[in-house]
């Protein structure tokens, strides 16, 4: 596996084991109710910016296809070696 493979494997699985931002919107959004620490409001607005939240979901949704891609090529690359 060459540089950029391992570089991009490592991506999605820091993409893949990360929480999503919506559950990390919900548990500040407990935490505020709780106490309202500034830096937690802080936290809580960067995750609610309508950016923030359309950029984690394109990586997880990039993360997920392109797993999914990697399976389907195992698949095929099995079932021809299996005709063979």
Do not use: N
């Amino acid at each position: 596996m060459d540089e950029a493979q391992l570089s991009a494997e490592t991506w999605r699985e820091r993409v893949r084991s990360r929480g999503s931002i919506e559950q990390d919107r919900e548990a500040l959004a407990r935490l505020i109710e709780h106490d309202s620490d500034p830096f937690e409001i802080q936290l809580y607005e960067h995750f609610s910016d309508p950016l923030t939240r359309l950029v984690d979901k394109a990586e997880r949704s990039h993360a997920g296809q392109y797993d999914r891609r990697l399976r389907r090529l195992r698949q095929r690359a099995r079932h021809s070696r299996a005709d063979q």
